[in-house]
């Protein structure tokens, strides 16, 4: 039985190549030995090299390797009519070879379901995302520079959980985009892992944008802003820029890029950015506490405000949640150990809802918001039996839901 072991390091194109090579060889050398009976030839798939077969019979081969889901030990096969011509399919009309029987379907159950589970964390997300990102850009007195970088954040998710469905729904799912290795698959994984990098660099910038407000308080919010717009979208271009460099300098191409390659490039930045985070994070309880323990009148001059510490109570949440995932990346347990489904679950379940989990403490616990949906739900609500009172009710009740301003609750 062939192995990886016994082609070595080659990629999966000069995989193939080599047995094809190997299948012309027999061809050639069946044609130098005369054969009794009707026959089909040695013929290659593009997998597998099928040899002479009588007809009326089957031709078996092991099971292809390098395909995810196979099982190597296994043997697919492949009839021989009697005739002497290789079974067409009846949808295609062209010749066919039996691969059913190579997958593993225990292990093809279990993939489904966390495929299930990504699928489902990442459709939920993207719509919290969504909501999201319409309530803090539907309500003027939510824009501040503070819900700006919220909004930056809600966006970066979206993007990327979007990409994640496309790859689940387009390339994982469909084994033959994933043999063709195409172009497009390619870039896919390019572009999802670059907004991957801006999720961890905008929780960063969150981090970065709490602890300065706090430490330096005379600084402007809005050029802090504009410099952590690099720091969210334009500081991963050079990574992920290095990540494909080295994929393709060592043709770690094969499959749409699902074998991981030089992954370490893309881990290092994102366990600085959250031990950067941590940082920034344990320096403001640091200043929280001086402020406490410095007496009523010092904490009252330079009090924070109160949804400035929600966010901050929100940052240290995300935290290690965010950092989960990857955390848990070198204690994954080797193919086929017991504990390697419960390890996809847990996987599956804390990467794919990191976008509910980022819209529900920015956003729906925001006391921000929840007041503004407050006000605008009895505005409309109340608005018809405003119209029956005399005009000085309603002038009365107009003046009791001026919306406050997000500078307001600063």
């Not at 469909?174 to 999802?192: D, K, S």
């Not at 820029?241 to 930045?269: H, K, N, S």
């Not at 989960?324 to 847990?346: A, N, Q, S, W």
């Not at 794919?352 to 949906?373: D, M, P, R």
């Amino acid at each position: 039985m062939e192995t990886d072991q016994f082609y070595g390091n080659l990629s999966l194109f000069e995989i193939i190549q080599e047995r094809r090579q190997r299948c012309d060889e027999s061809i050639q050398n069946s044609t130098s030995i005369p054969l009794q009976g009707t026959h089909c030839p040695v013929t290659f798939d593009g997998w597998s090299c099928w040899p002479t077969t009588l007809a009326s019979t089957s031709a078996y081969v092991p099971c292809p390797f390098w395909i995810e889901g196979f099982d190597p030990k296994r043997s697919a096969h492949k009839d021989c009519d009697e005739n002497g011509t290789w079974f067409r399919h009846p949808s295609s009309n062209k010749p066919w070879s039996n691969y059913t029987t190579c997958v593993d379907t225990e292990d093809l159950n279990v993939r489904l379901q966390v495929i299930g589970i990504y699928e489902t964390g990442y459709l939920v997300s993207l719509v919290a995302l969504l909501i999201s990102l319409a309530t803090l850009s539907y309500f003027k007195a939510l824009r501040c520079p503070r819900n700006t970088m919220h909004k930056n954040l809600f966006t970066s998710f979206a993007v990327n959980n979007f990409l994640w469905l496309l790859w689940y729904r387009l390339i994982v799912t469909e084994p033959e985009v994933i043999n063709e290795n195409g172009v497009g698959c390619q870039v896919l994984h390019v572009v999802l892992h670059y907004f991957l990098l801006t999720n961890y660099f905008w929780m960063l910038a969150e981090g970065f944008y709490l602890h300065t407000l706090l430490v330096s308080a005379f600084i402007s919010e809005e050029r802090l802003v504009r410099w952590l717009y690099v720091l969210g979208w334009v500081t991963p271009i050079p990574i992920i820029f290095l990540y494909t460099v080295l994929r393709l300098y060592y043709q770690a191409t094969d499959q749409c890029w699902l074998v991981e390659g030089f992954m370490m490039v893309l881990i290092i930045p994102v366990s600085l950015s959250m031990a950067l985070n941590l940082v920034f994070l344990c320096n403001i309880v640091r200043v929280l506490l001086i402020k406490l323990r410095a007496g009523p009148t010092h904490l009252t001059e330079g009090r924070p405000s109160r949804t400035l510490l929600q966010a901050f109570r929100a940052t240290l949440l995300l935290l290690p949640l965010l950092g989960l995932h990857y955390l848990l990346t070198p204690f994954r347990p080797p193919k086929g150990h017991p504990l390697e489904v419960i390890y996809d679950i847990m996987s599956s379940a804390t990467a794919s809802f990191q976008g509910l989990c980022v819209a529900t403490l920015f956003c729906f616990c925001n006391g921000e918001v929840i007041a503004q949906v407050k006000r605008r739900w009895q505005f409309v609500v109340f608005r018809p039996r405003m119209n029956s009172y005399t005009a000085t009710t309603v002038s009365f009740v107009r003046s009791t839901v001026v919306p406050l301003t997000c500078e307001d609750n600063v």
